[in-house]
Each structure stands twice: as C-alpha cells, then as structure tokens.
C-alpha cells in the first residue's frame, strides 16, 4: 500500500494540473468573446470598423482629404481605421480606383472624362464638395483680370508679354499641369474652351502648392489653382469680368468650377463608407470645407453633368 501511495500522489497531482489548465483555457475563450462585438453587446473599442485606405489622386481635392481623414481618425469611433492620402492627380487616382492599388480615386473630373467606357462603369461616384479655379499670376505681371480669349490667346503661345493683355512690359512665363491633372482638364474644358499644347518655354508641375509657390517666386508667371491654395502670394484674375468668388460660383456666374469626386470601384466597404459618411457628414461640410475655401454640394443653385451641360437645382 506504502509503495503505491507515491503513484496515487503524483495521479492525484496531474489530475489537479489538467483541471486548472481547463479553467485557464475557459478563461481565455471567454476574454476573446468580450473583446469583440459578442452576445453580452460589450467591445473592447468604441470603434464600429477596422480597416486600411488609401485615397490618391487631385492634389486640388488634397488638402481637405488631408484634413478630414486627421479628424476622422481622431474620433473614438473610428479608431481602428487608417487613411492615408496621396496626390498625383485626377488622371493617377482614378487609374490606380480602377486597377485596385488604391481604395479611393480622388478626381476634379468625371470618371468618364478619363477612363474607358467600361473602366468608368466599374466606379461609384460619391461628390464630396466643389473647388473652383482661378487663373492666378505673379503680382508683378500687374494684371487683375482676363477675358476668355486672352486666356485662349496666352495659353496657346499667341500672346507672350503681359503688355499685350494691358499688363507690364514682361514676358509671360506658363506654369502648367501635365496632362493627367483634373485642375488642368477642368481649366481647359471651362475656362478656354480646348485643349491646349504647351507652348515652348512653358513649365510643368502638377503639385498645386509648388505651382503657387513657382507663381510667386518666377517674374512674369500664370497659371491656375483651386480656390482653397489662394492667398496674397499671388494676384488671382477676374474672368471675362466676373471674380472668382463662392458666391458667383453658387450662383452659376462663374463657369470654371468642377465637383470634387472621391471614386471607388464598385460600392465601399464598411470602413470606407464609414469615411465617406463622414466626408459628407455636416461636421465636415460646414467647417472644413468651407475654412478650406471649398464650396459644399448643398450651396450650388446650379448643377453640372459630366458633359458639362449647366441647369439650375
């Protein structure tokens, strides 16, 4: 009996291990059930989502996704949900949407404008706000506006020296966007009237704040920006008389003007759509699109479709 008293110990002992192993195991599955959205209705976070995007495209449309996705990401709610932005332009954010490297392809253009047929069928438009875009020059071109045609003229290489559109005695430098940009697209299709060459001389850049920067820094220079870049560094210019102002824009007197579209292939997930929500929610368009010198889709008395026929709301 003695001898067998150690192995009944030793029995006795692992029976005892086994058990609290169980417990502990019971245990863990019981913290893992409370750590998400289990059937007590408690979660570890007060996040709804979880998720990673990444929106590229109109550096025009930049500087309010830039802003809003640092609010979004700052809420509780959406703690669990990255969003990183890119610029590049209309032409690469639409193009990276429709391939799949990118969640969001932010756009000054209709999709249609840019992409195949059946590319463009594939994305869902979802129309955030509306930017309108100025023709800006450097202040010493001493020039406060431009009609339509002296536009024409200058962009095209007709007319060279500020002089000749009531300007100082100045060659006129061209500061341009590269064909892919949704500002140069919408800038041509609504303010010239065509699509334009670049002329010898003229310079390309596509990034909005280095055109402006360029614009103030180089004697003689024009181009154009998105409303929400303007500042005193430069001289903005009144077209065929009219100014470039929200309210001009809203009420349909100033044509160059394109909504901004935040495009994604097929309908959004979750975290995304959560994104969007917020992008059109009225924390957003009541603030940060207008302290952005954006103008919120609900402000327009007018409408525009992607051919860009105009009818009043």
């Not at 009609?147 to 430098?173: C, E, H, P, R, S």
Request: charged share 20%; hydrophobic share 35%.
């Amino acid at each position: 009996m003695f001898k067998k008293l150690p192995i009944m110990l030793f029995t006795l002992t692992m029976i005892l291990v086994l058990a609290a192993c169980g417990s502990g195991n019971s245990g863990s599955t019981t913290t893992g059930a409370s750590s998400g959205t289990g059937s007590t209705g408690e979660t570890a976070s007060t996040s709804t989502d979880s998720g990673s995007i990444l929106a590229v495209g109109s550096t025009a449309l930049q500087p309010l996704v830039d802003q809003v996705a640092q609010k979004f990401m700052a809420d509780s709610k959406y703690a669990n949900i990255s969003v990183q932005v890119q610029g590049g332009g209309s032409g690469t954010g639409l193009t990276q949407v429709s391939e799949g490297q990118a969640t969001i392809g932010n756009s000054d253009v209709f999709a249609a404008e840019k992409l195949d047929a059946d590319k463009a069928a594939e994305l869902v438009d979802h129309q955030v706000a509306v930017v309108a875009m100025a023709a800006v020059a450097n202040k010493d071109a001493n020039v406060k506006g431009l009609t339509k045609q002296q536009l024409v003229d200058i962009f095209t290489g007709k007319v060279t020296n500020w002089k000749d559109v009531g300007g100082a005695d100045q060659k006129i430098v061209i500061i341009n966007r590269p064909s892919s940009s949704g500002t140069r697209a919408t800038f041509e299709k609504y303010a010239l009237g065509q699509k334009t060459e670049d002329p010898a001389g003229s310079i390309q850049q596509d990034s909005s704040g280095t055109v402006k920067k360029l614009i103030a820094e180089t004697p003689g220079a024009i181009g154009y920006l998105a409303l929400s870049y303007l500042d005193d560094s430069v001289a903005e210019l009144s077209y065929d008389g009219v100014e470039p102002t929200v309210e001009n824009v809203e009420a349909g007197k100033y044509p160059v003007w394109a909504y901004e579209h935040m495009y994604t292939k097929g309908e959004p997930d979750a975290s995304t759509k959560a994104f969007l929500d917020y992008m059109l929610s009225d924390d957003v368009q009541k603030s940060d699109v207008t302290q952005l010198g954006y103008i919120p889709i609900s402000g327009m008395q007018v409408q525009r479709d992607a051919e860009g026929k105009v009818t009043k709301k």
